[in-house]
Structures are given as C-alpha cells and as structure tokens.
C-alpha cells in the first residue's frame, strides 16, 4: 500500500492551520475611553464596520461593556449582527452569546456568534447592543466609546447610531462617524476562493500521482 510521504503530511497540516488562525478584522479596544453610552430598553446603540477585500468567517466580536449597580434578575443582554439595508441597519444575520456577563466599570467581554457567519469583502455590519427587563429594572448596560477614530487592522470603523424604541427603528439624524464604540472583530482567515481550492486539490492529486510512479520504476 502507497503511503503519503511525511514532508506531503507536514505540509498539508501547515497549509490546514495556516487556513484556521484567527485574525483581527479591526480592533480601537487599545485607544482611551471618552465615556460611555447607558443603553437601557428603550435606549438601543449600533457601531458599524466594513470588512476589507477578503471573505472571512466571523468567529468573536469583544466589546469593552459595564452596568450599572442595579441589575435586575430578569434583565436580559442583547448583541445582535445585521446587515446594511435600506433603513440604514438591515436584516439580523446571527445573534451572540456573552461570554462573561459585564459587571460594574466596561471592561472587554467577548462576544460569541450563535450561528455561523461569513463577512462578504467590503461590506458593511452593524453590532447592535440593547437589553431587555421587566419594569422593576432601572439598570443600564454601558458600552464604552473612543477618545478618537484610531483602529488597527484591515478593516474599518464607521458610523455609530442610536434607536429609542428598542431597536424598532433607526433615524438618520441619530448617525454620526467620531468616537466610535469600543470593540474587537475577530475573524478566521480569508476563506479562498473555489479556484484556489481547487488548485489546491489538483495539486495534492500531482504530487500523490508522482509518487505512484516513482514506486513503479
């Protein structure tokens, strides 16, 4: 029986875990806190961001969130991803479960898609935050907000908004680009396109193909 050479399995493992490494899409967690914005149920808040030239598969979102003292027992986080539309935020793509539950003063707090998401190349997403309570709450959820636009990573930060009816609705007029809200989007490694995956399959029948006839001579 024909075994695959190791340097052929060694370089397939390189080539599978080179494809699996998580990357930073764009992050401003590093820049300085200006102050941060109380979103209650009534009180929603969206930050946007573009991706670059590349597809990439969604696989944290971290955003710097805190609460107040008075959280109540039925209080109930929300962090969902839309899309762009015609209203300004479209339709809901996934959302996401908290990683740790936010807690006093914002700190980072991860963000983990519940459903599975690829990010179209330069295309715009809006993370919407809010929460949902019963009305013996009056805690709020706050989510921290940049001193500045600087960000790191091939992406971009754009506009931010706000929806006084939990989301319902989104006015234009509430639209602004400075002090974006703070987060991290963390993304796998651009997923290749279908000719270059089959290049790569072609590639391996080659080189499985010379081996069977360097075995024959």
């Known amino acids: 029986m024909n075994r695959i050479p190791k340097r052929f399995t060694v370089a397939a493992m390189a080539l599978a875990a080179s494809c699996a ?5 764009v992050s401003n967690l590093a820049q300085p806190e200006r102050a941060f914005s109380e979103l209650t149920s009534l009180f929603w808040a969206a930050q ?3 991706t670059d ?8 979102i971290d955003a710097m969130l805190g609460t107040s003292a008075f959280r109540g027992d039925d209080t109930e986080y929300v962090a969902e991803l839309h899309a762009t539309g015609p209203g300004i935020i479209g339709s809901l793509l996934t959302t996401f479960s908290f990683g740790s539950m936010p807690s006093g003063a914002p700190t980072s707090i991860s ?3 519940t459903s599975g998401v690829s990010l179209a190349a330069g295309t715009t997403y809006w993370l919407v935050m809010g929460e949902r309570h019963g009305s013996l709450d009056s805690e709020y959820l706050g989510w921290s907000y940049a001193e500045g636009n600087a960000s790191i990573g091939p992406g971009t930060l754009g506009a931010f908004g706000y929806s006084t009816d939990g989301g319902m609705s989104w006015s234009a007029s509430t639209f602004d680009t400075p002090n974006p809200f703070r987060l991290a989007v963390n993304v796998a490694s651009p997923v290749p396109e279908p000719s270059s995956m089959a290049g790569i399959a ?5 080189l499985l193909a010379m081996r069977r006839v360097h075995r024959t001579e």
């Open 53 to 60: 030239g590349s597809v990439h598969s969604l696989s944290s």
């Open 48 to 50: 946007s961001f573009t």
């Open 111 to 113: 963000l983990l898609p």
């Open 21 to 25: 490494h998580a990357d930073v899409l």
């Open 202 to 206: 072609l590639g391996l029948l080659a």
